[in-house]
């Protein structure tokens, strides 16, 4: 090992950037609406280094206003770039504030970038014997690349750390050392920098120029030997490379000097980092930063690889959980008092129903064996009905014991005057079905209660201890160990860490049910909680305790046609691509497309790591240029339902009943839409005919069953009417009028009788696509239409749609002045960043704050459709259940004898779930299998 020292020097905005991004289709909001996911993903990565590298100097540079040189040469330099999203613009004080508590250097001149600093600061630290690795994504640090200093490439998305040497680069980049990167940078320019480059040279032309020519001067001197067009554009574009391989080199000049007294890693200020974790609502990270940098350990700045540095970096180790910091901002077992008591006597658990009848509200949870509640197996229950008390029944393994025990509690559990309290019942609820017992009574979900009043945070128990309590629950973790073959079940755990565990579970939670009540209230959505997620809890539980059957042998026989399908279209492919090369690798597909076949014009999109970008959201886009990227989507579709849905449906049978079961998310959507789980039944795509086929593998429960699906028409466009009060499109719903042929003639002018096929596609496209603020380029990319076209025809829209666009202007003035918009069932979606500075940023809010209402409506009608079915259905004992729900549509396995009555009274409750200013109407269907029914 080399006795070098180390100095990691990390890019801050790449990592910033690097992080938020990870995050966006799932960002981390906290309790207090803040988007903290720049921060988060920022720290992920700093912390990564620190505990896999152990380094001994560390810095972190900034970018600050813009490189002063760059611009002065070419005022276009990052001219295109985005503003910088609002996230990012709060986690750079956070961030700076964090690595102030850690004490580590902050690197920051104006005028300069971080590039320029981190280039700067490494050939200082290379000439003092240092072994430098630059910590960034960025591609562009490859030309500093030496014998000692070296690109670490943080790990991400699964995938380990890369580090870049002289070979590695040489490798990448096919060079022969890592200085001639500026010239291949030169070359082929950079989009996201707005470095113009050599107009036609891409990745593989520059590759092989740096090799005939070796530099982007030697280049431009031999122009002579290219031909045609490539000559002619390099000639008349010289300037334009000597630029940018000029704006493509890292400055090693800037106003910073390396003192390594400056750079040692040392020992944080906890206190102060905690306090931050605390506001951030980083529970995780402040766990993970504490067992790093336990309170014993001062790392040193000591030869790398030596024992004493060893032993002084333990604190880097995974396993330095043995003393953490006791910080005093959460509370926990250890240091509240409690009175935990364990029932395993007769007359313990007699005295303890006793009590339990007699109380208005109980808090209850189960410990089982398992997470799947069709499986598991009971191992305990605790109750709690006083803060800091709770009691502890454990569970005999043998099942006839355990059903006897339970039926001791059934009195309780079935009382319909005692409240049941509990976090995400619905499991609570399966588990003891299994042994037979309802649970009868009001209920209070704390899991739900918390997603109504801010639906944008996470919901799990630990999370909402420690924001609204202080406190820190203890880890199951700790019990049973994590996950893995190595896992404990409950029924290996001493009895009395289980009884501490389950009752602070229980009492915990009946302490946030005290906190979030009063919440309910104020934010006026207490009705919405009783009458409709409450109720609602029970009603999911049953559909999914019942599942629904899976033809096995049709999947099977699907699959293999799939197989056909897909090696065909793979064959057509490469004889229109006129070679093979891996469709799954996105870096050969691009090549393809963007080089040999030129699709796309003279400037296709990169992400951020330089190739090009080959999203299903630029194919399709490109579909109607050339056959084979329709192709390329088509296969694409293909791979998803063969691996997704054909291959592994027929996985997720349950053994114990040969049916699926998937799980139904309550508390997900900030929208109030359920999304499912296990098997996700709501991502079927069923556009295409392939797709539509996975539905024939849902078929009735046998022969004396059908399936039956009951489907709201148009609930969002109806829902839109009535909350506009837009006289003509409600007047065309009432009139029973199909409101894209009636749209169509309105817009363009005609007879209804007389509107064409194409005219009513472009009327649903628009219909569909006003709420979501579809604009001229958007609609034009969805149609045939010109851009021109398109804006006449949105225009047109408004116009005769006048109400629609008052709406929309009263929903976005409302969300400025409340900070929320609301359902018709009060169902509130709060848009933090309806203020933000960034256009971008604060029109995304805008479009929420007009189709969330629509969206959520329609969630909130099919909800209560669905609680006032399943109570005909229990109460009046049919053999006809409900199984499914998918967003406006119902499914049910209809007995044969029940089928008309079953019919009528669903479509009545469905279409008098709530009454808008135009009716609501339902198709039903009827078949073998859900595809014949839909």
Known sequence: MTDKKRLFLLDAYALIFRGYYAFIKNPRINSKGLDTS????????????????????????????????????YPEYKANRDETPEAIKIAVPYIKEILNAMHIPVIEVKGCEADDLIGTLSKQAEKEGYQVFMVTPDKDYAQL???????????????????????????????????????????????????????GVGEKTAKKFIKEYGSLENLLANTHNLKGKMRENIEANKDKGILSKQLATILLDCPVQFHAEDFILEKPDVEKTDALFIELEFRRMKEQFDKIFNAD?????????????????????????SNPIDNGYFANLNTVNHVYQLCNSKMAIHLLIQNLMQQSSVCFDTETTGLNPLNAELVGISFSFEKGTAFYVPFPENREEAVELINEFK????????????????????????????????????????????????????????????YSPQAIEELIGKKGKNQKSMRDIDLELVKEYAGEDADITLQLKSVFQPQLSAAHTEELFQNIEIPLVSVLADMENEGIRLDIDFLSSLSETLDTDIKNLEQKIYEEAEEQFNLASPKQLGDILFEKLKIGGSKPKKTKTGQYATGEEI???LAHKHQIVQDILDWRQLIKLQNTYVEALPKQVNPKTNRVHTEYMQAVAATGRLSSNNPNLQNIPIRTERGRLIRKAFVARDENYLIMSADYSQIELRIIAALSQEPNMIESFKNGEDIHRSTAARVFNVALEEVTKEQRSHAKTVNFGIIYGVSAFGLSNQTNLSRSESKELIDTYYATYPQLKNYIARQIEFAREHGYVQTVSGRRRYLKDIHSQNAIVRGGAERNAVNAPIQGSAADIIKIAMIRIHQKLTEEQWKSKMLLQVHDELVFDAHKDELENLKTMVKAEMENAFQLKVPLVVDLGIGENWLEAH
């Open 38 to 73: 720049a921060v988060l993903g920022f720290m992920n990565s700093l912390l990564d280094v620190i505990k896999r590298e152990s380094p001994d100097h560390l810095a972190v540079a900034f970018d600050n206003g813009g490189s002063e040189v760059r611009t002065a040469l």
């Open 145 to 199: 690349v030496s014998e000692n200093i070296f690109m670490y490439k943080p790990a991400r998305m699964g995938n380990g750390i890369e580090i870049w040497g002289v070979d590695k680069v040489k490798e990448k980049f096919e060079v022969e050392h890592p200085e001639q990167v500026i010239d291949f940078l030169g070359m082929m320019g950079d989009s996201v920098d707005n470095i113009p480059g050599l107009p």
């Open 297 to 321: 350990a001062a790392p040193t700045a000591l030869p790398n690889g030596t024992k004493q540095q060893e032993e002084q970096f333990s604190l880097f180790a995974d396993d330095t959980a």
């Open 411 to 470: 009195p309780f559990f079935e009382s319909e005057q005692i409240e049941k309290v509990g976090q995400n019942l619905k499991y609570d609820i399966k588990i003891l079905k299994q042994y037979d017992v309802e649970i009868k009574g009001p209920l209070f979900d704390t899991m739900i209660a918390h997603y109504l009043i801010n639906p944008d945070m996470r919901h799990n128990m630990d999370v909402l201890a420690e924001t609204y309590l202080k």
């Open 619 to 621: 194919l399709s886009e």
